[in-house]
Nanobody, 125 residues
Framework: QVQLVETGGGLVQAGSSLRLSCAAS????????MGWFRQAAGKEREFVSA??????SYADSVRGRFTISRDNAKNTVYLQMNSLKPEDTAVYYC????????????????????WGQGTQVTVSS
């Protein structure tokens, strides 16, 4: 079982950057698909990005601004967020899935069986 802890959220101005980290414990981290989702107040959780050994996926709303990466030696996945907008304001969650996915297949919330506690990102205009 993988356990996840997200860090790196904060309050920033529009146009700024933040890097979120998700530290995972567990021996099989490298084999997991790791995903970032976000949930704004009053809205459903939505897919942001995912990465596994073969591919990365991005939501249209963040493609070109956000970059996902992972360091298997550190059991950590990152989300570099540039050109932040007020609509990026949300709680960001890291999820782990033992299943391979690609493209829109990674958008499926139910694929991920382990979640972190979330980290708040607030972007002011």
């Amino acid at each position: 079982q993988v356990q996840l802890v997200e860090t790196g959220g904060g309050l920033v101005q529009a146009g700024s950057s933040l890097r979120l980290s998700c530290a995972a414990s567990g021996r099989t981290f490298s084999s997991y698909t790791m995903g970032w989702f976000r949930q704004a107040a009053g809205k459903e959780r939505e897919f942001v990005s995912a990465i596994n050994w073969a591919t990365t996926s991005y939501a249209d709303s963040v493609r070109g601004r956000f970059t996902i990466s992972r360091d298997n030696a550190k059991n950590t996945v990152y989300l570099q967020m540039n050109s932040l907008k007020p609509e990026d304001t949300a709680v960001y969650y890291c999820g782990a899935s033992p299943q391979f996915c690609s493209g829109h297949g990674c958008y499926d919330f139910s694929l991920y069986d382990t979640w972190g506690q979330g980290t708040q990102v607030t972007v002011s205009s």
